[in-house]
């Protein structure tokens, strides 16, 4: 027998709240204790661990936060998490909320859990997959397209054929500054040049075949600006103030300077940066930080003077920030910029700028001001939401965001300031009884030609001078391998006209050709099936489903790696061209046909899970290899590793997957 006795004198903060360890009688210890009290509002900090853990409420009444359910709990409830299951416990009575709590490691359970951790998280939720509004004073470049918005559409592909319910949004941020900035250059309007680049940005994103559940237009949407309003209201009402602060103006007009108008060195790491935000670092700025600021009005140094603006203190939310994140998915880069920006003491961010081109406040201003585009962006994340359960009949709306809804962003790491940290505040700020449930994947700059990729000094190669209906698979396919995930990567001409020829061609291309050209040859253009299996046979089909699972972990919302996904697609295909170079001793062979026979069935095998695993990244590549083997297409992600149907009609000996990118090129001009 074994005695706990819980010192309830004697207590210590623990998980946001006072915890009381027991002292153990016996020695039996695979069961850890412990008692906790929750105060009247209170609740404890996010948490997952690796261990099982149960609370049993003794006292009170509260609710449980776990992966965007709320349950409610009273004295009597019983809960049990599994490993890793991230929650919260909430007093929402009148008088403290007492529990125990039990805990203990189970290997087994651990393990099953970490397994399917991606999948149980996101069961049963709409999915909503933001990949960041791109701004219309161009069109999209490479270095977008292989980050936010190709990151979002395999996601979105990989989920829905998995079973999950997830929708693709995104749309023309068109109230940014630097729109006004464009406008001035190609002597026109904000108004036109957003529509002109609105336009081209989502042509160009069907050309990549992204296509979209939802592409918000802001300044061309009806509903639009009256639900920012709104959003801006509750702001207000939750305390957002019209603050006195430091700001910069053009010495020779008088006007008020922020981002575009604005150019310096980023106090933090001192790299040249725009005003507002360091694409070098991170780190967001006032503007009246910079290391040697100048107008771009009139190229010379700015005028200090003061500015009356909605202003949010960031410093008075850092609890809310941290406890967020901990129940988010978000990378260590993004938890030390979060550290370095909440170190700032009573670091004010303005919220609203004088400004003529934007939507302003219902609320009065000094003078005209507008909400600054990229707190507007927080709501606009809520209004596609809307549109879609519009369009569905669903009951999601924008002023009632729902505890089950599942978000994921995809940004660029220049990005991550607002969307880790400011957005998750204003969520807390709008909707205090709602508690975010948001994903970051943030990627790296991708260079060209080793400097970095920039629509407003037009250092780019567009999507429409590469993307044709022939190189679009070819494309998605070096971006997704090359793309900056943890470091920066750098897009050379050469090197993806390498890589279609040797990959490509030379190895995928190859031996399907090959493939098609023996079962024609050998089986009469019919799949065979498998014979004798050899020791060499059966841990290759284990490989084959070892495989599958690694690429389904790359997939998955918990391990999502584009460049790890090509290379265990690579690998897959280096194995079969291994497989096929080992059997061809034995294919004029009569005694060991059925060993041969065997050896091509698993080539097809691998065919068919290569058009399975290939349909997020490559979709017109695995419809096409679906249809050359007998015309089955498994829509849904498999479970497992399946040889092709003996008898199904093999038709790969004349298909072209894959061409010189060179080539595609000049037969698309010929055609012109």
């Known amino acids: 027998m074994q005695t706990l006795q819980f010192e309830l004198a004697t207590f210590s903060p623990a998980f946001g709240i006072d915890m009381s360890q027991p002292v153990v009688s016996g020695g039996y210890s695979q069961i850890s204790a412990a008692w906790g009290t929750v105060p009247v509002g209170g609740q404890t900090t996010p948490h997952k661990h690796d261990e099982v853990e149960a609370f049993v409420i003794l006292s009170g009444q509260g609710k449980v936060i776990t992966d965007g359910q709320y349950l409610p709990v009273s004295a009597g409830t019983l809960i049990v998490f599994e490993p890793f299951e991230s929650h919260v416990l909430c007093n929402t009575g009148d008088q403290p909320l007492k529990f125990t709590d039990f805990y203990w490691r189970d290997a087994a359970q651990r393990q099953l859990t970490a397994q399917n951790n991606a999948d149980s998280r996101l069961q049963e939720r709409p999915i909503f997959i933001f990949s960041t509004p791109p701004t219309p004073n161009g069109d999209l470049h490479l270095g977008h397209l292989s980050g936010p918005y190709l990151g979002a559409d395999v996601m979105t592909r990989f989920l829905r054929a998995t079973g999950k319910e997830a929708y693709h949004l995104t749309g023309s941020d068109d109230y940014q500054s630097y729109v006004i900035g464009c406008a001035r250059q190609e002597n026109s309007t904000p108004k036109e040049v957003a529509s002109r680049y609105a336009a081209e940005i989502k042509a160009t994103l069907d050309m990549m075949d992204i296509h979209l559940d939802q592409f918000t237009i802001t300044s061309d949407d009806p509903n639009y600006a009256s639900g920012l309003r709104d959003f801006f209201s509750r702001l207000v009402a939750g305390g957002l103030s019209q603050k006195n602060g430091p700001a910069l103006f053009d010495s020779v007009s008088g006007d008020y300077l922020y981002e575009v108008d604005v150019h310096g060195y980023c106090p933090t790491c001192n790299s040249s940066s725009n005003g507002n935000i360091c694409e070098e670092c991170g780190e967001p700025n006032t503007c009246v930080e910079f290391i040697a600021p100048h107008s771009r009005l009139s190229e010379e140094a700015p005028r200090r003077g003061e500015a009356t603006r909605y202003s949010l203190c960031l410093s008075d939310?850092?609890?809310?920030?941290l406890a967020h994140q901990q129940r988010a998915k978000i990378s260590p880069r993004l938890q030390q910029l979060t550290e370095n920006v909440l170190a700032r003491p009573d670091f004010n961010i303005p919220i609203t700028h004088p400004a003529e081109w934007g939507i302003s406040p219902r609320e009065e201003t000094v003078g005209s001001q507008v909400i600054w585009v990229w707190p507007e962006m927080a709501y606009g994340f809520l209004h596609g939401i809307a549109e879609i359960g519009?369009?569905?009949?669903r009951d999601w709306q924008a002023n009632k965001p729902q505890a089950d809804w599942k978000i994921m962003h995809f940004f660029g790491y220049d990005n991550s300031f607002y969307h880790a940290i400011l957005y998750p505040v204003l969520y807390n700020v709008a909707f205090p009884e709602w508690q975010c449930d948001i994903d970051y994947n943030d990627?790296?700059?991708?260079?060209?030609d080793g400097l970095k990729f920039s629509t407003s000094r037009r250092h780019a190669i567009w999507g429409k001078d590469i993307l044709t209906p022939e190189t679009v698979d070819s494309v998605r396919f070096y971006l997704a391998w090359t793309r900056g995930e943890q470091t920066r990567t750098n897009f050379t001409l050469a090197d993806f006209h390498r890589c279609v020829d040797d990959v490509l061609v030379g190895q995928w291309q190859h031996w399907l050709s090959d493939l098609g050209l023996r079962v024609e040859e050998d089986f009469s253009s019919l799949a065979p099936d498998a014979g004798t299996w050899t020791p060499a046979h059966i841990a290759y089909f284990t490989g084959l489903e070892n495989r599958l699972r690694t690429l389904?972990?790359?997939?998955?919302a918990d391990g999502f790696s584009l460049n790890c996904v090509v290379d265990?697609?690579?690998?897959?295909?280096?194995?079969?061209i291994k497989l096929a170079a080992t059997n061809q001793r034995i294919r004029s062979n009569s005694a060991v046909r059925n060993e041969y026979r065997t050896s091509v069935?698993?080539?097809l095998a691998t065919a068919q899970l290569l058009a399975s695993v290939t349909a997020p990244i490559l979709p017109r590549f695995s419809a096409s290899l679906f249809n050359a083997l007998g015309g089955v297409s498994i829509e849904q992600w498999p479970e497992r590793v399946s040889l092709v149907t003996s008898g199904l009609p093999i038709e790969l000996t004349n298909c072209v997957f894959f061409?010189?990118?060179i080539a595609s090129y000049a037969e698309e001009t010929d055609n012109v």
Do not use: M, P
Not at 317 to 321: A, E, H, V, W
Not at 552 to 556: D, E, I, L, P, T
């Open 659 to 661: 061409k010189s990118v």
């Open 317 to 321: 939310f850092k609890s809310t920030i």
């Open 390 to 393: 519009k369009r569905l009949g």
């Open 443 to 448: 990627n790296e700059f991708y260079l060209l």
């Open 552 to 556: 389904r972990n790359f997939y998955s």
């Open 601 to 603: 069935a698993l080539e």
């Open 568 to 576: 265990e697609l690579n690998t897959l295909v280096r194995d079969a």
